[in-house]
């Protein structure tokens, strides 16, 4: 069976330009999450969702980065503009509803905004 | 406010046992997960616990004390594979609120 996909693997822009991250969760679940990975600051939940309702988002750092769920086996992570300090590895994750379930982790997306 | 506490490195050597600890402090408590995670690699479950007391799975255990807000991650028979960062998650609210706040991560380094 597929895991979480992510696409892009890696992306390098330049500072100010869109950028947009894509995630497929695992098929049959139903919880969705955006984490952002640095050194300085580990692993930080942005987003998540439930049945594609944005259920948590006081993660998300400012008005420049937006997420979407259309659909339960797609979701979009975007920031507008982006500045170099959002450099980080982006990942998603999911899982079912409920505490007891583990996450399940996408490869990631390497960005690098110059 | 929540917080989270590991160790951020520690060294053992090849077959030894290691312990890893975390304690927390969140504003709610609904089970505790630890996740290994390799250089450049998602991270991967290891473990939950949500009753106090100790949950063995194979070369790897891990014990939680609520009272305490305190777990640890024990890994026996360390191999040179399991050099890795191993971070400590808690989820702090109840019902479908599966959200999970992560510790920065304690890296291990196993020698041969």
């Known amino acids: 069976d597929a895991g979480v996909i992510q696409s892009p693997r890696h992306e390098v822009t330049e500072m100010g330009q869109e950028v947009t991250l894509r995630c497929k969760p695992i098929?049959?679940?139903?919880?969705l999450f955006w984490y952002r990975q640095t050194m300085m600051r580990g692993l930080e939940l942005l987003i998540y969702?439930?049945?594609?309702?944005?259920?948590?988002d006081s993660g998300m750092p400012e008005d420049r980065f937006s997420a979407k769920m259309p659909n339960a086996s797609f979701s979009t992570l975007k920031i507008q503009p982006s500045e170099p300090r959002d450099s980080a590895v982006y990942f998603c994750?999911?899982?079912?509803?409920?505490?007891?379930?583990?996450?399940?982790f996408g490869p990631g997306t390497r960005l690098t905004v110059t | 406010g929540q917080n989270i506490d590991q160790p951020t490195e520690m060294t053992a050597t090849e077959g030894a046992i290691v312990q890893i600890n975390c304690t927390y402090q969140?504003?709610?408590?609904?089970?505790l997960f630890w996740y290994q995670q390799h250089a450049g690699e998602a991270p991967t479950f290891l473990s939950y616990?949500?009753?106090?007391g100790l949950e063995e799975k194979g070369r790897f255990s891990s014990f939680l004390s609520r009272s305490k807000g305190y777990s640890y991650l024990l890994l026996k028979e360390l191999q040179m594979k399991d050099s890795a960062s191993y971070l400590c998650?808690?989820?702090?609210?109840?019902?479908?609120?599966?959200?999970?706040?992560f510790g920065t991560g304690t890296l291990l380094a196993v020698q041969p």
């Open positions: 969140t504003s709610g408590f609904n089970g």
């Open positions: 998650a808690v989820r702090s609210g109840g019902g479908a609120t599966n959200k999970l706040i």
């Open positions: 994750a999911s899982s079912l509803v409920g505490g007891a379930y583990e996450q399940y």
């Open positions: 969702f439930n049945n594609n309702v944005p259920i948590d």
């Open positions: 616990n949500v009753l106090d």
């Open positions: 098929s049959g679940h139903n919880s």
